[in-house]
């Protein structure tokens, strides 16, 4: 657990250069509400509270809440996210290793639902920001994040899946021309492609430790990639944007690499994480194109969570010395 | 070279076979006294065939085998055999067994044994009396007797023999050192189970590439013949009886079948240097090569034990420091089972005593939640999904333990190894299966008793049913006779007849004074009926049941009543 | 027509309201028929969870009729020879939830006892052949009786009759070869649960 909190660092560090000191403060509230929370449903629940936290399970719960969370979101959102995560979505089912859905995602989800502004509303990358104006100072995030401060015009601003969400029937390239965004990316949207870089490079050495298997993450981003080449129609006004932005974009890399490997709440076999992870990217693509909000890395987690178990049952590995493979239901046959 | 097929799964734990192969096998001088268990086998027991005080020689007979299944015992050495009890033996359960303790007298004088000059003009049935004579069974660790393993089947003829030289556990180098040491031997008993099976096709010996030197040993004797020594990569378990067949040949024995289904025999280099001493040499099973090791050990080494040495014998040998051993285990870090006292004795099956230091095998931690990070399941040699079998023996769901091929785990610890949440997986299944076995006795048992039940309920009913159906017929009979005797003329029926009689009877007593004296009997006989049953019934009513209460006070209203009834008739006879 | 049935919205949502109500009905009993499932009885289900001791503790004459009493609604904890693992089998059948057992029939037993008859001071009275309900006693009027052994359920029935107390619930040996791998150390969490409830009783 303590290499997955070290491997979010690259892209820790790409959030914080593109858009300033809010995902930090994020984190440190995530981890301080997190850890409270663990530590006082664990002495309601009589557990023994030293020998839970030392697995680091909350801190990592409190982590990805944060680094999903946009920068300079009031301090309450982030406590209630975090609160929510760990007592209902964690302890409530029975602590670790038992909450069958991803606690930091339930949390991100409920967030969504009901605070959709500030929710919504993300900070402008580094290099667009207007001229003379700069990301808010540390002192001045805090009083953003805590006193309610309004951050100077120009510091909040669209994300590339907002973009193509809103595309007022404009032509791919036309958006690739007229927005800032796109015109002045290196590969797939300023700001956001070096963020998916950073926790692409953490997810390698995940891969690399050999902490998760390739299976999920392979199956999720493969299949993002598949359908948005499918659907791509060479940049009409309805098109949902290409393959690159889609990787490279919102949540893609942060899920595939930290989300949806969440050992707990997704598929067991290897099999099963094939299936798992392409159903994901299968629900991504879907509500990101068709659907209501921009990105969808937390619903469609959630929604292949609920899967899960379903998938387990069909996805048994074929013991030695049996033909084929059974499905968990079946009863055993008497010969 | 032939091919050999990669097992999924297996883990590399540190080997730690090194340091107890820097001596040649050893020999320990013979214990004082040796406990031999009666039963060391898989099968049913055998009858014992020694009295208490008898002087028993080297390899003298100390069981009988009775039955196909079951397997004699021997003794070790010469002595007096002292008692004939439960002892501990090596056991996980920690538990006793019938034992026989033979006071050794040091001459260790053998009875008078010869074995077979020519094993090839021998039938295979006769080389199979001999081997079960000699009390062999696997020695590998399940200790299946191996004449039956090597037993003629009429369904399939056995064209592969497979020779299990893996050793793939840690620590333990018996194995490597009977190869290394006892080359001739092995390959002589190779050719007798060869002459047993009639020459199956093909003769292999499996081994890990960890032991070059064996190999080196074996070469210069398999040049002639047929045997193929094929080596393969070293990982655990690779020695399981199944992985070797899988990795050798690339099939699949059937899950809950047998080698013999695919047509092949798989044996342990112990037991075919056994298989040749019994037959060439006609001595019976009673020593074994034993590696004691570990850190807590001062001498690491391989040793000729007698069976029967009591492993406390074998530690003071070794420069056993106790304080610094964190546990004493029989067989293998990976497979072992913790001994709880050193007065245990070697049996065929012991191929290591290991007796770690504190920092070699670490005392257990507390488990962790299980997260199912999933590499238990990438760990498992016959591709079970461990964590989810674990889920499910928390939650004692037996029908899906089943569904997930609990019973097709080989226990080989390899998921509990890499467990980072430290979950003795490997216990939780075991017991499940003890449980889920000791379920399905159940409910034989409950079936019988239930078949049993309601075969006695039917029979009360039939019971009834007949004096039900002898009631009616004799009412019928009367009801015939009465309706006969009112038409008829008197004297012809039954029931006329009876009625003469008892006119008879009543004539004869007719004096009253005689009926008055019978009269008289029943009422003193019934009065202290009487007071009999209110006895019982204020016995009843102070320390007895419910049930027997009311058993009471019906037999004392019964009582009464009779009472009540002869007062009646004797007021009737004196009015 | 459709076009007169489309200008009335009633008629229409009718019109379609009924004949999907016909459809699925049809698709609904086609299914119950053809998927039917041929199930045990519940009463023979019951009955096959029950540790067909047929004692009585649980004041029916034998396991059976309980079964058909459960199955008639009544408790389901009134099995101490079954004990709580049959309670919670029963419950998963019935998918209610498990009681615990009901201490009014009796406690539940760790081991298992079978009957043995002191046979020289047996007098030969036929009373526990005939208390036995599952036939296990063997012997004759005037001669001694015997136990088989392998067909004692352990209901202690022919206890009681005994005019000479010559019969005693012995446990069953629980030798090396009944043994199995005992439960490992339960996890730390279970631990502090233990812990909790052992308070408890202290308190």
Redesign the interface.
Known sequence: MQLVLLSTLPGFLALSYQFGWGTFINLIIAVVTSLIAESAILALR???IA?YLK?Y?AAVTAVLLALALPPLVPWWVVVVGSLFSIVVAKQLYG????NPFNPAMVGYVVLLISFPIEMTSWVTPISLLPEGVTHPGLWESLSIVFAGNTPVDGVTGATPLDLFKHSNGLVVDQIYQNEALFSQASFAGVGWEWVNVGFLIGGLILLKTRI??WHGPLAMLGTLALMSILFWDGGSSDSPGSPIMHLFSGASMMGAFFILTD??S?A???RGRLIYGALIGLLVYVIRAWGNYPDAMAFAVLLANFAAPFI?NYT????????DR???????EEE | MSRTWETPGGVHPPENKSQSMTQSIGHLPIPGTLVIPLHQHIGSPSKIDVTIGQAVLKGQTLTRATLSNNLPVHASTSGTVIAIDDQPVAHPSGLTAPCVTIASDGRDQWIEHVGVTDFRRCGPLDLLQIITDAGIAGMGGAGFPSAIKLSPSKDKAIDTLIINATECEPYITADDAAMREKAQDLIQGIEVVCHILNDPKRVVIGIEDNKPQAIKALRPYIQESSIEIVPFPTKYPSGGEKQLIYILTGREVPSGGLPIDLGMVCLNIGTLIAIKRAVIDGEPLISRITTVTGGACGVNRNYEVLIGTPISHLLTHNEFDEKNCSRLIMGGPMMGFSLTSTDVPVVKTTSCILAPGHSEIPADTPAQACIRCGLCAEACPVSLLPQQLFWYAQAKDQERLEAHNLFDCIECGACSYVCPSNIPLVQHYRSSKGEIRKANIDKIDADNARQRFEFRKLRLEQADEQRQAKREARRLVTEQARATSNTSQPGSSAADIIAAAQQRVITKQASPEQQKAKFERALLAAQSRLQEAEKRLIEATTNGSKQQQTICSASVESARQKVDQTQYRLRELTD | MIDSIAQQPMLAALIALVSLGMVFGALLGFAAEKFKVQGDPIVEQIDNLLPQTQCGQCGFPGCRPYAQSIADGDAINKCPPGGQNTINSIANLLDVPAPALDEEHGEEEEIKTIAYIREDECIGCTKCIQACPVDAILGAAKLMHTVIVSECTGCDLCVEPCPVDCIDMLPVVQGIVQWHWPNPPTTIDLIATSKMSSQEDAA
């Open positions: 009589n557990r023994p020998f697995d399970s602590g670790i290793g038992y998760f298997t050992p707990v997704s067991v076999s290897n387990d048994l590995p074929r013991t030695y010395g049996h033909t059974r499905k968990a239901t079946e009863k055993q």
